[in-house]
């Protein structure tokens, strides 16, 4: 049976991620999910999700803090090709570089840094929150049926800027463009919460639990 594992580092409410993933695991005869923190869980599983939630130092620190986890992830990842999909700080940690508050070194498996949105109209407020339009720059199996247009649901206040435009897979618009999703490989990360995108957010999950790249 497949098994998708969802990282727990303590860096967020992992409660709604879990509902959504296992409803399509469900639904799509894709196999069990799993919340762990183990480093063996995550060696043995066939799709490994991280998500998180605050500051990227925090996150960074926090998942370095589990003794083995990160090895098992970029080991899993970067040597085995598991699918790997990244949400929110999650996504951002696949960067060289984060920075938030401080330069801190991120997983550099997507060339490009974590920045803070400057949006051009000074009315907008950072962080960027709520419902937005995606863009859809690049075709990609795990953003099969989405299209430009639809809506996601973002919290944040830096984001992602890719130094390969192929890497871009989405953006959105907020007085400038802002990265949405960013993939290359077997990888892939969404600024958003899918768990929290409705029924795109769960067309994004179902594909990812189906997806072999």
Known sequence: MSLTVLVDYDSGNLHSAEKAFQRMALEGDAGEVLVTSRPEDV??????????????PACRKALGAYGGLFEAIDEAVTQKGRPFLGICVGMQMLASWGREYEDTAGFDWIGGE?????????SLKVPHMGWNDLVIDQPHPVLDGLKT?????????????VENPAHLLAHADYAGPITAIVGRDTMVG?????????????????????WKP
């Open 43 to 56: 060696a043995r599983a066939d799709r490994i999700v991280l998500p998180g939630d605050g500051a990227f």
């Open 114 to 122: 974590v920045v803070r949105i400057a949006p051009s109209d000074p």
């Open 149 to 161: 247009g639809d809506h996601a649901y973002f919290v944040h206040s830096y984001h992602f800027l």
């Open 190 to 210: 969404t600024q958003f919460h899918p768990e929290k995108s409705q029924g795109l957010g769960l067309r994004l999950i179902s594909n990812f639990l189906k």
